[in-house]
């Protein structure tokens, strides 16, 4: 609702210069370009959010090798309150100023005197001020909020108490206010000075290294007309160094230089041996919408659970979407997020494929898997797990095709059914002893049937090829617990899979559990208001697991689907063996040790419950 503060503004420029444009006289073209100004610095904003984590998770010139958290995320989610506030100002100014009126396109004076007064006043005196606020008395009352993000991202840069951004304000409107006094002003450089302004801020905080040493060696004086994102990140490492806001020419003056500056400089730009991922988990997107839902994407967004919904025409919305992963895809999955247990690394890997595309491509949607596998492979990960429909029968038989194609494969394909199972298997309400089974035939159902028996659960099955399916992969003394009830309904645990419909979820009574076994959550019924609505097969995930601060679809935070903690366990216990195709490695060998890893049952009926 903030941007409707924008809105009036907004209406009348545009009508006001339409207007004078109809009667043949010049409009105030400064005032009409705040709003298109504001939706260029917003996707300006994003390129560089969304550049700067996936330089970051391929680590290379990361600088600052330590973990983001949702605490920051949060902190941080409101960094467009600059932009709006930026575009309220110059509106307001340009209504009440008359100088600031009439402004032409270009006058190149103005450059000049824009660079001078940087340069000068602006540069000091942001200096001193930047000084002061680490005193205690300031810094604990005001900077200790920017610097509470230690690992920085982009728009680390412009996150400060109101107060503080009032100052900042005030500085940079000394070159633009100088220029409208003088005469020298214009709507390019008005605009190019918060253009200059954001690249600098964005720069020197997106924990990655950029900036070519060519630069420095074709003009030395450089280094101290223009700071890196490795000398910025020392401030905010050191506290007490590097305080300049884009030049370093005053630190140098004032002997508060980093010594370690040039030096982190060349590490970092030279780079580091990238770390080589020990499980790779290979997921998809749900729908278009949801790569806006990536790491990569807003990150506001990627930290709550997938449940973002358009409200526009699905040509309208979905097309540029479509094109957007494609793109971020070129052809072969790509990294989204990089984890950190221990010395275990764990990256994620998505296909740039949605999950409709996974039945009308199913050709191309294999050749990109395989060559997901084949890629992990190279990297020498010692896992991969197969996450949502990438692990489907039809597809590649749950992942055992690319063992067969490939007998030597190092890397161990896990479709996490064990655990998966052991998840399940935790959300049945205690005393149970009958359970209903629902869904379409597929390894984890045969699984869970099994186990369940073996534990002498009645099962129950409405659908005769369910029944049949399950039956004939039961020892003989255990079939007499699974039973064919077409038209019994009347369990109160009812384990749910992909193909559940909304006449079944009618059927049944208040009070019923839901208990999903898929990796979907199955579609809402109304009658679920009257049930107990279990999480699809999770766990959360141990306090030692770094560097996780977006969501896995719906899942809350910091809680990782079992498919997912499957391939980690895996990795963490060194078993040599895959678990796909036929292959189990074992419901409570699984879950035992997912435990004892660090890995905590998750149950969202139960903390509703709790709560």
Sequence with gaps: MKYALVAPWAAYSTYSFVAASRRGAQGDLLSFLVLPALLLRLLYTQLWISVSRHQTARSKHRIVNKSLDFDQVDRERNWDDQIILTALLFYVVNATVPMTQGLPWWNSKGLLVTALLHVGPVEFLYYWFHRALHHHFLYSRYHSHHHASIVTEPVTSVIHPFAEEAVYFTLFAIPLLSTMATGTASVAMANGYLVYIDFMNYLGHCNFELVPKLLFDLFPPLKLLMYTPSFHSLHHTQFRTNYSLFMPLYDYVYGTMDKSSDDLYERTLHGREEDRPDVVHLTHLAAPES????????????????????????????????????????????????????????????????????????????????????????????????????????????????????????????????????????????????????????????????????????????????????????????????????????????????????????????????????????????????????????????????????????LPRRVMSAWRAAGIVHALEKWDGHECGDAVTGVDKAWRAALAHGFKPYDAAAIARQG
């Design 291 to 554: 790569v806006l839902q990536l790491r990569l994407g807003f990150a506001s967004l990627a930290a709550a659970p997938l449940a973002f919904s358009s409200s526009l025409p699905g040509a309208l919305w979905t097309r540029p979407l479509v094109a957007l992963a494609s793109a971020l895809g070129r052809g072969q999955a790509f990294r989204s997020e990089a984890n950190r247990m221990g010395k275990l690394n764990a990256e994620t890997w998505v296909v740039p494929r949605y999950s409709s595309q996974y039945t009308t491509d199913v050709y191309g949607v294999s050749r990109l898997i395989e060559k997901a596998v084949s890629d992990a492979e190279a990297s020498g990960a010692a896992v991969l797990t197969l996450g949502l429909l990438n692990q489907g029968y039809e597809l590649n038989r749950n992942g055992e095709l690319y063992v067969i194609r490939n007998p030597g494969l190092k890397t161990k394909i896990v479709d996490g059914t064990s655990l998966a199972v052991a998840a399940v298997l935790h959300m049945i309400p205690q005393g149970a002893k009958d359970v209903l089974l629902l869904g379409k035939p597929n390894k984890v159902v045969s699984v869970l049937a099994l186990t369940l028996c073996e534990r002498e659960f009645q099962v129950g099955v409405v659908d005769e090829e369910l029944h049949d399916a399950l039956r004939s992969q039961l020892r003989p003394e255990m079939q007499r617990r699974l039973v064919l009830q077409p038209r019994n309904y009347g369990s109160k645990v009812w384990l749910v899979g992909d193909g559940l419909t909304g006449r079944d979820q009618e059927r049944a009574q208040p009070g019923v559990h839901f208990v999903p076994y898929s990796q979907f959550p199955p579609s809402r019924s109304a009658r679920q208001g009257d049930c107990v609505c279990h999480s699809t097969p999770a766990l959360v995930v141990p306090d030692s697991y770094e560097n996780l601060h977006a969501c896995e679809n719906w």
